[in-house]
Structures are given as C-alpha cells and as structure tokens.
C-alpha cells in the first residue's frame, strides 16, 4: 500500500507499467494505492519495492507478503 503526494491518476499509470505489478487500486482510507505484484525472490521484491520508493510522489509504502491463498 502506498501514500502518494499529488495527482494520483498519474502516479499510478506509472505503477501499471512496471512488468512485475499485476493490479494497481486507487483505494480509500489511510493509504491511497494498493499494488499486487509478483515476484520471484525477495531481492526482486526488494528492487521492486526500492524502485516505487524513488519515485517522486512516493510518501510511504507499506508491504505485506501473503503466504497462502483460499480463494
């Protein structure tokens, strides 16, 4: 989940172009995107995750890791 400075339309146009993100939701609450990504390892997670934190709208970010799915 990330809190975006700014136009967040654009910001997460930029996001939807990243090959390892899936799905980007402009969500309400204390955060403003959600991102589901896929990656292979955790040195990708941590590039992918290092990559959105440079960008300039970037406020925070906060990961989860999911560990199984039901559904």
């Known amino acids: 989940m990330l809190k975006v400075k ?8 930029k996001l939807s172009k990243f090959d390892k993100i899936e799905h980007v939701y402009n969500i309400a609450g204390d955060n403003d995107v959600l991102i589901e990504a896929k990656t292979k390892n955790l ?3 941590k590039d992918l995750i290092n ?16 560990l199984s799915r039901y559904k």
Do not use: P
């Open 51 to 66: 990559r959105i934190r440079s960008m300039e709208n970037a406020l925070q970010t906060t990961s989860y890791i999911v």
């Open 6 to 13: 700014g136009d967040h339309r654009s910001f997460m146009e």
């Open 43 to 45: 040195g990708d997670f």
